[in-house]
C-alpha cells in the first residue's frame, strides 16, 4: 500500500540554524501539507501546496518557513533560523483531490528538537 | 476563530463495549468531518470520513453527523485494548482548500 515517507525521523538542531525536512508524497497525489505538532498540544495546520505554488497558509507559517517541490517526487519544508519554539512533531501529508472533499494521508513525521 | 472541540477525556471503556466520542465545531458552513486515530508518538491514521448528515459505518466504527447541531460523533463497537489510542476529529471548513483543523483529541482507554 503506498504511503507518505518522512526523513529524518528525528533532527536535532540548535537554535538559529536552517533545517530542511523531506517528505516523499504518495506518487499520484496532487496536494501536499505540512502540519506541526507540539508535545501535547493539537496537530496545527502549516500549509497547503498544489501545482508548485502555496495554496493555503497559516499565521504559524511565517518568513521563517518556506516549501519547496525540488523535484517529482520530494516536497520538503525549510525553516530557516530555527526558534526553540519550533520544537515540535512535524507531517507530511498529502491527498489526490485537496478540495475538502478527499481524506488526507499523514506521514510518520519528523521531531525537530532545537536546543 | 473557528474552533473544533473535543473532550481530552480520558474515556476509559471496557473490552468490548461501545466507545461514544462526539466532536462540535463552530464553522457551520463546514462540509468534510474526518476521524484519525493517533497513537502516542505516532502520526495520525485516518479511521473513517463523513460528508453528509446521518451515519456512516465502516467495520467496527459508525461516524455520525448533524450539521444543523454542528455535531459529529464516532462509535466504537467491540472496543479491543488495541483501540486505546488518541482520536482525533478533523474539519475542513467553507474558506478552506482542503486544510484540517483539528480538535484537541479524545484519550481512549479499552481496559481488558
Known amino acids: 500500500e503506498p504511503e507518505v515517507t518522512q526523513t529524518p525521523s528525528h533532527q536535532v538542531t540548535q537554535m538559529g540554524q536552517e533545517v530542511i525536512l523531506r517528505c516523499v508524497p504518495i506518487s499520484n497525489h496532487l496536494y501536499f501539507y505540512w502540519y506541526r505538532q507540539i508535545l501535547g498540544q493539537k496537530v496545527e495546520f502549516l500549509v497547503s501546496f498544489y501545482n508548485n505554488e502555496i495554496s493555503e497558509k497559516s499565521e504559524i507559517f511565517d518568513d521563517q518557513f518556506s516549501v519547496e517541490r525540488p523535484d517529482g517526487s520530494n516536497f520538503t519544508l525549510k525553516i530557516r533560523s530555527t526558534k526553540l519554539e519550533d520544537s515540535a512533531m512535524y507531517f507530511c501529508a498529502s491527498n489526490a483531490m485537496g478540495r475538502g472533499g478527499d481524506e488526507q494521508y499523514f506521514g510518520p513525521g519528523t521531531r525537530l528538537t532545537v536546543t | 476563530q473557528k474552533e473544533v472541540e473535543q473532550n481530552s477525556g480520558p474515556l476509559s471503556v471496557p473490552e468490548g463495549a461501545i466507545a461514544s466520542l462526539n466532536c462540535t465545531y463552530s464553522?457551520?458552513?463546514?462540509?468534510?468531518f474526518f476521524w484519525y486515530r493517533q497513537y502516542s508518538g505516532k502520526s495520525p491514521e485516518l479511521i473513517m470520513f463523513?460528508?453528509?448528515?446521518g451515519d456512516k459505518e465502516d467495520g467496527r466504527f459508525t461516524a455520525q453527523l448533524n450539521k444543523a447541531s454542528q455535531y459529529v460523533s464516532l462509535l466504537i463497537r467491540d472496543s479491543q485494548p488495541s483501540d486505546s489510542a488518541t482520536y482525533l476529529c478533523?474539519?475542513?471548513?467553507?474558506?478552506?482548500?482542503?486544510?484540517?483543523?483539528f480538535g484537541a483529541g479524545t484519550q481512549v482507554v479499552v481496559t481488558p
Open positions: 478533523a474539519v475542513i471548513g467553507t474558506d478552506s482548500w482542503g486544510k484540517f483543523q
Open positions: 464553522d457551520r458552513g463546514s462540509q468534510s
Open positions: 463523513i460528508y453528509s448528515n
